[in-house]
């Protein structure tokens, strides 16, 4: 099983700020890793899939970058909506696995 | 618009069963590969079933196999997971998830469900 291993944990910033994620595979996974959005009560959102390329209606402002085991989500200025667990997803081999997830927290 | 809606969560005793539903609606459903993924409380994602658009590819979680069995009917437009022999680690809030791409193997939810809760204790 390919493990995800997210950092950091959390991630206290303040809006208007850089927040920069990272996501680091076990092995390689290609550029097939995605980034979800997920805030309390709501589904999972896809915001970025094969490791760069935006999802339907995403903002600029949001960017992956990365390939084979490294990963990274960037929020060039975090909007207040942007506060929310952030989770990377490889899809390259079965199972599919989530990393533990980064929580992007009001400083 | 793509809507997913799960239902049949509840309280069960360790051992016991349940079977989820999942009612899609708003798209073909027969085109898209459907997963099962679940949130335990105070814990990340894990996928838990993934089945093909015919039905004819399953693939689970090492953690459930031999106790859950994913299945869909699309002529219902409908997707399911019976659920068996539950232990108190399979308490979690369960989404259903449609995968992006049709008519392919692409692991890549777009849409998902608001969840179906699960409490296994005794």
């Known amino acids: 099983e390919i493990v995800l291993t997210q950092s950091p944990a959390t991630l206290s910033l303040s809006p208007g700020e850089r927040a920069t994620l990272s996501c680091r595979a076990s092995q390689s996974v290609g550029s097939y890793l995605a980034w979800y959005q997920h805030k309390p009560g709501q589904a999972p959102r896809l915001l970025i899939y094969?490791?760069?390329a935006r999802a339907t209606g995403i903002p600029a402002r949001l960017s992956g970058s990365g390939s084979g085991t490294d990963f990274t989500l960037t929020i060039s200025s975090l909007e207040p909506e942007d506060f929310a667990v952030y989770y990377c997803?490889?899809?390259?081999?079965?199972?599919?696995?989530f990393g533990g997830g980064t929580k992007v927290e009001i400083k | 618009q793509v809507q997913l809606v799960e239902s049949g969560g509840g309280l069960v005793k360790p051992g016991g069963s349940l079977r989820l539903s999942c009612a899609a609606s708003?798209?073909?459903?027969?085109?898209?590969?459907m997963s099962w993924v679940r949130q335990a409380p105070g814990q990340g994602l894990k996928w838990v079933s993934y089945?093909?658009?015919?039905?004819?590819?399953?693939y689970y979680a090492d953690s459930v196999k031999g106790r859950f069995t994913i299945s869909r009917d699309n002529a219902k437009n409908s997707l399911y997971l019976q659920m068996n022999n539950l232990r108190a680690e399979d308490t979690a809030l369960y989404y259903c998830?449609?995968?992006?791409?049709?008519?392919?193997?692409?692991?890549?939810?777009?849409?998902w469900g608001q969840g179906t809760l699960v409490t296994v204790s005794s």
């Open positions: 998830a449609r995968d992006m791409f049709p008519k392919s193997r692409s692991g890549l939810p777009d849409y």
């Open positions: 089945i093909s658009s015919s039905g004819s590819n399953i």
């Open positions: 997803q490889q899809r390259s081999n079965w199972p599919f696995t």
């Open positions: 094969d490791a760069f």
């Open positions: 708003g798209f073909t459903f027969s085109d898209y590969y």
